[in-house]
C-alpha cells in the first residue's frame, strides 16, 4: 500500500511537470516569445505558492486523492494570464482588464472555484481535499492573474516595453 501511494503521488507530480512542459510550448507556439511564457506562468507559480501556504496554514498536505490536481490547477491556472496577455496584444493596455477581459476571467475562475468547491462538502475526506485544493488553487491563480500580471505590465509598459 505505501509503494502503490508513493508511486501514486510520484505520477502525479511527473503529470504536472508534463502538463507545463506541454503548457510552455503551446504558449509559445500561440505568442513567439518566451517573455510572454514567462508572463502567462508567473500567476500559475505564484498561485501554487500561495496556494500550498493556504494548505500549510490550514493543516492540509498533499495526499494520494488531491495530488491530482497539480497538473489541473496549471492547466486551468494559466488561462488566466494567456487570456490577459491576448487582450494586452490587442490594445497595448492593461487598463482594459477592468472592463471586459477581467470580468470575464473573474467570473469563469468563480465558476470553476464553485464547482470544485462544492466537493469540500463531501463525506469522503479524499474527495474534501480535492475540492479544497482545486479551489483553492484556482482561486490564488486568478488573483494572481488579475492583480499581479497587470501591475506587471502596466510596469513594463511605463518602461517602453511593447508585446508583438
Known amino acids: ?12 507530480i511527473i503529470a504536472a511537470a508534463y502538463a507545463t512542459a506541454a503548457i510552455i510550448v503551446m504558449v509559445f507556439l500561440h505568442f513567439r516569445s518566451f517573455i510572454c511564457v514567462l508572463l ?6 505564484m498561485g501554487m ?23 489541473l490547477v ?5 488561462t488566466s494570464g494567456v ?3 491576448n487582450r494586452f496584444t490587442e490594445e497595448q493596455t492593461p487598463a482594459i482588464l477592468g472592463r471586459s477581459t477581467g470580468k470575464a476571467i473573474l467570473v469563469s ?14 463525506k469522503h475526506q479524499g474527495i474534501q481535499s480535492l475540492g479544497f485544493v482545486m479551489a483553492v488553487g484556482t482561486a490564488t491563480c486568478m488573483i494572481a492573474a488579475l492583480v499581479f500580471l497587470p501591475a506587471l505590465l502596466t510596469l513594463l509598459v511605463g518602461r517602453g516595453w511593447r508585446l508583438k
Open 109 to 122: 475562475a468563480l465558476t470553476t472555484v464553485a464547482g470544485f468547491g462544492s466537493l469540500m462538502i463531501a
Open 49 to 71: 505558492i500561495w496556494m500550498s501556504a493556504i494548505m500549510g496554514i490550514v493543516g492540509m498536505a498533499f495526499n494520494p486523492a488531491n495530488v491530482m490536481t497539480l497538473p
Open 40 to 45: 502567462a506562468l508567473l500567476p500559475v507559480g
Open 1 to 12: 500500500l505505501y509503494e502503490y501511494t508513493k508511486l501514486l503521488v510520484d505520477s502525479y
Open 83 to 85: 487570456h490577459i496577455l
Open 74 to 78: 496549471i492547466g486551468v491556472g494559466v
